[in-house]
């Protein structure tokens, strides 16, 4: 229900949109929540990714070069580019507000934030950050970037300075509210954790369709774990592919179908290294809508990401809607999700993990009985009308006027 008068707010959006990965998802998710309130949305992005249907989508001209959506090396080129696409959506987003009239700025990723600054003065309209971890953090987790090195500590410090100066920061995972406010002295009446929610419409239990698993070979007696996300180091995945060679030492019928992109034909040679032909399904990139399908496939899902990464780690919402039990690291965000229905390894440990998902393999109808009242939980507690709600607080607390 919507709450004041319809705004016009634009989303500036630094990144191809849309691709399959979870910043994108936050994304689409608000935007469709706002509009479902009565809202009208604009998303200023890219020229990279696709137009979905319902959505008002502007992107900088075509003529600008890209990059590989999944293309994390701060190689020179790459940073030409993106400082070629930043300075043309800066100059779209300033067109696209002007037009729209827009009542708030909705800033992604820290280098969204600065070009929302930039906007919001010269404007003179509100703004605010939607924070989805430290980019610099995933730059050093995935060895794009060394810890210690001039140019991690250049971003770490662009990154601090661009917070600093926003009016309000909205964030996903509490983890990262705490670390805005001890490292980046970010004063706590300016932070709202806004946690990721799932479209439990698109996300349901139900059947695979019909041929799925024999074109993925699966094998038709095989408990299926399921794993949705980036194939990165960074995302766990070095430790779930350890953790599969225990659980695969010990039960047979166990068969891991992972889903996902970059790096497949890596992790592939990675998994046949460690033994587990046969026992590890790759099927690439999937797109989002099509996700449930091969979801509905598993018998137990994974989250193997350690905390220490930062972020939000939506997927567990994914699992829980569509009635998987889950094992993931026992960190704040996930016990948030969760609750007492997860089974939670010790983080960074993939021995832990394996005896995680032995667990719940070895239990299939308890594994059942926790996947229904997953579902029931995230039904209840992560619809995205509350989300919708707590944006439109947001906005108010950074100064935009709601009420008629």
Same mark, same amino acid.
């Given at each position: 229900?919507?709450?004041?008068?319809?705004?016009?707010?634009?989303?500036?959006?630094?990144?191809?949109?849309?691709? /399959?990965?979870?910043?994108?998802?936050?994304?689409?998710?608000?935007?469709?929540?706002?509009?479902?309130?009565?809202?009208?949305?604009?998303?200023?992005?890219?020229?990279?990714?696709?137009?979905?249907?319902?959505?008002?989508?502007?992107?900088?001209?075509?003529?600008?070069?890209?990059?590989?959506?999944?293309?994390?090396?701060?190689?020179?080129?790459? $940073?030409?580019?993106? $400082?070629?696409?930043?300075?043309?959506?800066?100059?779209?987003?300033?067109?696209?507000?002007?037009?729209?009239?827009?009542?708030?700025?909705?800033?992604?990723?820290?280098?969204?934030?600065?070009?929302?600054?930039?906007?919001?003065?010269?404007?003179?309209?509100?703004?605010?950050?939607?924070?989805?971890?430290?980019?610099?953090?995933?730059?050093?987790?995935?060895?794009?970037?060394?810890?210690?090195?001039?140019?991690?500590?250049?971003?770490?410090?662009?990154?601090?300075?661009?917070? =600093?100066?926003?009016?309000?920061?909205?964030?996903?995972?509490?983890?990262?509210?705490?670390?805005?406010?001890?490292?980046?002295?970010?004063?706590?009446?300016?932070?709202?954790?806004?946690?990721?929610?799932?479209?439990? /419409?698109?996300?349901?239990?139900?059947?695979?369709?019909?041929?799925?698993?024999?074109?993925?070979?699966?094998?038709?007696?095989?408990?299926?774990?399921?794993?949705?996300?980036?194939?990165?180091?960074?995302?766990?995945?070095?430790?779930?592919?350890?953790?599969? =060679?225990?659980?695969?030492?010990?039960?047979?019928?166990?068969?891991?179908?992972?889903?996902?992109?970059?790096?497949?034909?890596?992790?592939?040679?990675?998994?046949?290294?460690?033994?587990?032909?046969?026992?590890?399904?790759?099927?690439?990139?999937?797109?989002?809508?099509?996700?449930?399908?091969?979801?509905?496939?598993?018998?137990?899902?994974?989250?193997?990401?350690?905390?220490?990464?930062?972020?939000?780690?939506?997927?567990?919402?994914?699992?829980?809607?569509?009635?998987?039990?889950?094992?993931?690291? /026992?960190?704040?965000?996930?016990?948030?999700?969760?609750?007492?229905?997860?089974?939670?390894?010790?983080?960074?440990?993939?021995?832990?993990?394996?005896?995680?998902?032995?667990?719940?393999?070895?239990?299939?109808?308890?594994?059942?009985?926790?996947?229904?009242? $997953?579902?029931?939980?995230?039904?209840?507690?992560?619809?995205?009308?509350?989300?919708?709600?707590?944006?439109?607080?947001?906005?108010?607390?950074?100064?935009?006027?709601?009420? =008629?």
């Amino acid at each position: 229900m919507r709450a004041g008068r319809p705004l016009r707010i634009v989303k500036i959006t630094p990144m191809p949109f849309f691709v /399959d990965a979870g910043g994108c998802v936050r994304v689409l998710e608000e935007a469709r929540a706002l509009e479902r309130a009565g809202h009208r949305v604009v998303i200023c992005t890219y020229n990279m990714g696709r137009d979905l249907p319902g959505l008002e989508i502007v992107r900088v001209p075509r003529a600008i070069p890209q990059y590989g959506p999944a293309d994390l090396a701060l190689t020179p080129r790459k $940073l030409l580019v993106k $400082l070629g696409l930043d300075i043309a959506l800066l100059a779209t987003a300033l067109r696209v507000a002007r037009a729209v009239r827009a009542d708030c700025l909705h800033a992604h990723l820290d280098d969204g934030a600065l070009l929302g600054l930039i906007l919001s003065r010269l404007l003179r309209t509100p703004m605010i950050y939607d924070c989805q971890g430290s980019y610099t953090a995933t730059l050093i987790g995935d060895g794009s970037l060394r810890p210690r090195s001039l140019a991690a500590r250049l971003r770490v410090s662009a990154e601090r300075i661009v917070a =600093r100066a926003c009016p309000l920061v909205v964030t996903s995972a509490p983890h990262t509210a705490e670390h805005l406010i001890r490292e980046v002295g970010i004063e706590p009446t300016r932070i709202r954790v806004l946690l990721d929610r799932i479209n439990t /419409d698109l996300f349901q239990p139900g059947l695979a369709p019909a041929g799925l698993r024999e074109r993925l070979a699966i094998p038709p007696e095989a408990a299926v774990v399921v794993y949705l996300g980036m194939l990165r180091e960074s995302y766990g995945i070095d430790l779930l592919l350890s953790a599969a =060679r225990a659980v695969a030492a010990r039960m047979p019928h166990a068969h891991f179908l992972l889903m996902g992109y970059p790096n497949v034909e890596h992790y592939r040679a990675r998994a046949e290294a460690l033994g587990l032909n046969g026992r590890v399904t790759f099927t690439g990139a999937v797109n989002y809508f099509e996700s449930p399908a091969y979801l509905a496939l598993g018998d137990v899902a994974v989250a193997p990401k350690p905390p220490t990464q930062g972020g939000a780690n939506s997927k567990v919402l994914n699992y829980m809607a569509m009635g998987l039990p889950v094992v993931a690291f /026992d960190d704040p965000l996930n016990r948030k999700m969760l609750g007492d229905l997860g089974v939670f390894a010790v983080p960074g440990s993939a021995a832990s993990l394996a005896e995680g998902l032995l667990h719940l393999l070895a239990q299939p109808d308890r594994g059942r009985e926790i996947g229904r009242a $997953l579902r029931d939980l995230v039904v209840k507690e992560f619809a995205w009308a509350d989300g919708a709600r707590e944006l439109h607080g947001a906005y108010a607390a950074a100064g935009v006027r709601v009420d =008629r």
